[in-house]
C-alpha cells in the first residue's frame, strides 16, 4: 500500500503552471536530454515542499531503447526528475546560485508504469537540511495515482 501523499494534490490547480522551463534553468544546470523537470505547480519555501512536473514525450531520447513496442520512462530518471525537483526546492530555499548535487537514494519503489504522453508530477519535501546533506522525500504521480516513492539526498555545491 503506498504512503499517504506529502501534498494534497486534489486541493490544487495542477494545470496552473507557476514557473515554467526557463525559471527551472535559473536554479538546475541540466540541459539537453537530462532536463527531467519542465515546470513548477507549487512552490512553498516556509514549508519546505516544491510540486513539479515532466511531460513525457513521445521523441525522447529513451523511447526507441527502453522498451521497442512498449516505450515505460526509466526509473532513474524518475529518480533524476525528482532529485532536480529537489535541487529547484533547495536553490529556491538558499539562493539560485546554490544547487544539489546527486549524492544518494534511499526507500525507492517503483508502483506502476509511466509512459509517453503522461504528466508525471513530482512533490519533494525537505526533511533535513544540514551544510553538508540535504535529505528530501519525494513521491511521484500519474492521474493522481501514485508511482515513485524515494528519498533523495543531495551535497549542496
Known sequence: M????LMDLDAMDTGRVVAGPEEVRRCNRQR???EQL???LHL???????????????DEFWVRGHIPGRP????VLMCEAAAQL?????????????FLGFGGMEDVKFRSAVVPGDRLVLVAKAEDIRPRRVVCRCQGFV???MVYEGTIIGMPM
Open 2 to 5: 503506498p504512503p499517504k501523499p
Open 143 to 145: 492521474d493522481g495515482r
Open 38 to 40: 519542465d515546470g513548477i
Open 44 to 58: 512553498d519555501t516556509e514549508e519546505g515542499i516544491a510540486v513539479g512536473f515532466k511531460d513525457v514525450g513521445g
Open 72 to 75: 515505460l520512462l526509466p526509473g
Open 32 to 34: 539537453y536530454e537530462m
Open 86 to 98: 529537489s535541487s529547484y526546492l533547495y536553490g529556491k530555499m538558499f539562493g539560485a546560485e546554490k
